[in-house]
């Protein structure tokens, strides 16, 4: 019993690295914008664009959700579940990331669930919002700002749970390379 709990607990901090390391990404993506654009120079000095969003307790469980917006750069890019990020998977020349918790997907309606399923949500090659689940198990998933960061650093909390006797909480601190 012992040995079972333990590959679960490990098999839940595997998941919750992975996860933590794709919004990681996202959040040092936001506000990218490539030099050798076009697009760029139309761009320079404009604040209307959200490159970053966070949305409270709009998720499954009041979790947050997130919304990140980037050129594409001369390197090869992914999005959050694997696709090559190219001019086809961008809305006005800007790639988009998304991570919301919702209801788990593959649980029938009424049934108990081992928490809320974790969200990918991108552009497909003809720039509509896809979502794709990246994992179940999320209990709650949270985007703190920090104060001193005037918006630039966010604390990222993930809770992930097996439904019966494991619930685990993972923190990490991640920072935009690209926001004024």
Same mark, same amino acid.
Do not use: W
């Given at each position: 019993m012992?040995?079972i709990?333990?590959?679960?607990?490990q098999?839940? /901090?595997?998941?919750?690295?992975?996860?933590l390391? @794709?919004?990681?990404?996202?959040?040092?993506m936001?506000?990218?914008?490539?030099a050798?654009?076009?697009i760029?120079s /139309?761009?320079?000095?404009?604040?209307? %664009?959200?490159?970053l969003?966070v949305?409270?307790?709009?998720g499954?469980?009041?979790?947050?959700s @997130? %919304?990140?917006?980037?050129? &594409?750069?001369? $390197?090869v =890019?992914f999005d959050?579940?694997? =696709?090559?990020?190219?001019?086809?998977?961008?809305?006005?020349?800007?790639?988009?990331?998304?991570?919301?918790?919702g209801?788990?997907?593959?649980?029938?309606?009424?049934? $108990?669930? =081992?928490?809320g399923?974790?969200?990918c949500q991108?552009?497909?090659?003809?720039?509509? &919002?896809?979502? /794709?689940?990246?994992?179940?198990?999320?209990?709650h998933?949270s985007f703190?700002?920090?104060?001193?960061?005037?918006g630039k650093?966010?604390?990222?909390?993930?809770?992930? /749970?097996?439904?019966?006797?494991i619930h685990?909480?993972?923190?990490? %601190?991640?920072?935009?390379?690209?926001?004024?």
């Amino acid at each position: 019993m012992k040995q079972i709990q333990y590959e679960k607990s490990q098999s839940l /901090t595997a998941e919750a690295d992975r996860a933590l390391e @794709l919004i990681g990404r996202a959040i040092r993506m936001a506000g990218y914008q490539n030099a050798h654009s076009s697009i760029t120079s /139309t761009r320079k000095n404009t604040f209307s %664009i959200d490159y970053l969003q966070v949305q409270k307790s709009n998720g499954y469980r009041g979790s947050d959700s @997130l %919304i990140v917006k980037h050129e &594409i750069s001369p $390197k090869v =890019n992914f999005d959050c579940i694997g =696709n090559t990020l190219s001019k086809e998977r961008t809305k006005h020349n800007l790639a988009q990331q998304g991570f919301l918790v919702g209801r788990q997907a593959s649980a029938p309606k009424g049934a $108990k669930v =081992n928490g809320g399923s974790l969200v990918c949500q991108s552009l497909d090659r003809q720039g509509r &919002i896809q979502n /794709t689940t990246l994992m179940n198990g999320i209990h709650h998933l949270s985007f703190e700002p920090l104060p001193a960061s005037a918006g630039k650093a966010f604390k990222v909390k993930l809770e992930m /749970t097996d439904g019966v006797s494991i619930h685990q909480k993972f923190e990490r %601190i991640f920072t935009t390379r690209n926001l004024p």
